[in-house]
């Protein structure tokens, strides 16, 4: 079914120059615009639909075409909308009669679309307490322009909602008090995520790319049918995407033409927002209380007093040069302590035993941006490489001079780790 938006009752002479004028194609989910007739301003029997259309129906097609999809020898362009863009056009269509030009419309098509947008950013918590990488989420919904909320889920989790309501520029955090929910288990945190967002209504949802993230979104697209978009290093528009593929060898520009993009972002590509004097409203949300056939057994992680390894501003790791865990033990954390710096490893090391998995910085571990990354023992096999190549200065100790850390390393010292970086230890303690 074919719908347009016309003007009945208007002679010729009342019309003004051929216009672009929006032809919607209900069945096809798009709208073309081809030459057309808009009538001149100031009809008082010309419909009113709710805003004022007409200044918008006549700016250049460039304003609403890119102009690499514009056609050189006709205006015709097809706009694909979003479900919720339909909506606002059909209540747009809905006629009331008084005078259509009483009510300009001041705002440009693209300011009018992005108001349509709206992102929810999910944030982490783990035993109560705000995960502050996680908001990384939130900054990358700012950068598309819209409405922005986020979501927390977990036992006795006002508090956690509370401080993320400081953080500016965010207008709700929508929070759900469950136990159920602490561990983020995905298999009962997707319907719950899946259940807030038809609610909200949501453009655009946001998480990490974290083992959360990775675990979580995929099942919260399948339950919504739409494609996932993972590990994103920018934001081109609102459903335009970069991120890095092969390794972080190649980047990849991805568009998606879903209602709803589900997105996981690269943390360290994202700075995490900052909690500052924002007054966001905590409201509460739906709590489907799906039975979960999963059940929350135990854990068993490498318990530290350093600093978290997704965030730390310095890092040191080992690879399987160091021999054994005995030696990773004996030569790498007493380099850590000293520098005051986070302990990482390379998956060779972690596969050997050297190290828990918990501390895997590399394309199937953790991505890390520090400051300072100080990689002791490793060869530099791509795979590590993806996992720490943004950090701001990078500095290597290898016995093989031909190693591919050396390429990227801004330091490089060939030798002996065992002896060197003993050495070096002791010399930064003085």
Not at 8 to 19: H, Y
Request: net charge negative.
């Amino acid at each position: 079914m074919r719908s347009a938006l016309s003007i009945a009752g208007q002679s010729e002479a009342n019309l003004g120059p051929p216009q672009p004028v929006i032809d919607c194609d209900s069945a096809h989910l798009g709208c073309s615009l081809s030459p057309g007739h808009i009538p001149n301003s100031g009809h008082d029997s010309a419909p009113d639909h709710r805003l004022n259309l007409f200044p918008l129906l006549r700016q250049p097609v460039s304003e609403y075409i890119p102009s690499s999809h514009q056609s050189l020898s006709n205006v015709t362009a097809i706009i694909m909308l979003s479900t919720t863009t339909r909506r606002a056009f059909s209540a747009l269509a809905r006629p009331t009669l008084h005078n259509a030009m009483s009510t300009p419309l001041r705002s440009t098509p693209a300011a009018a679309l992005r108001r349509l947008l709206s992102a929810l950013a999910v944030l982490e918590q783990r035993d109560g307490k705000l995960n502050t990488g996680s908001l990384s989420a939130i900054t990358a919904a700012q950068k598309l322009g819209g409405t922005v909320h986020a979501f927390v889920a977990g036992s006795s989790i006002k508090p956690v909602a509370q401080e993320a309501a400081k953080v500016a520029g965010v207008e709700k955090i929508i929070s759900v008090d469950n136990a159920a929910y602490d561990k983020g288990l995905p298999e009962n945190y997707a319907p719950l995520l899946v259940e807030n967002i038809k609610k909200g209504g949501y453009t655009h949802v946001i998480a990490g790319h974290t083992a959360f993230g990775k675990n979580l979104l995929p099942r919260v697209a399948a339950l919504l049918d739409v494609q996932q978009i993972s590990d994103i290093t920018a934001i081109e528009n609102d459903k335009t995407f970069v991120r890095p593929i092969y390794a972080g060898n190649a980047i990849a520009t991805v568009e998606s033409s879903d209602d709803i993009k589900i997105i996981t972002i690269r943390g360290t590509a994202f700075p995490a927002a900052e909690l500052a004097d924002g007054k966001a409203v905590v409201e509460e949300g739906v709590d489907p209380k799906v039975e979960s056939v999963t059940e929350w057994v135990g854990e068993d992680l490498a318990k530290s007093d350093r600093p978290d390894l997704a965030t730390a501003p310095k890092v040191v790791s080992g690879g399987r040069g160091l021999k054994s865990k005995e030696d990773f033990d004996r030569i790498m954390l007493p380099l850590a302590d000293t520098l005051g710096a986070a302990v990482g490893a390379s998956r060779a090391a972690v596969d050997s035993g050297y190290a828990d998995n918990s501390l895997q910085v590399g394309q199937t571990g953790k991505v890390v941006a520090p400051q300072l990354y100080l990689a002791v023992g490793i060869s530099g096999a791509i795979q590590h490489l993806a996992g720490m190549k943004d950090s701001k200065v990078i500095a290597a100790i290898n016995k093989d001079g031909d190693a591919p850390i050396f390429q990227v390393a801004d330091v490089g010292l060939v030798g002996d780790l065992f002896e060197k970086v003993p050495e070096l230890t002791e010399k930064l303690k003085a």
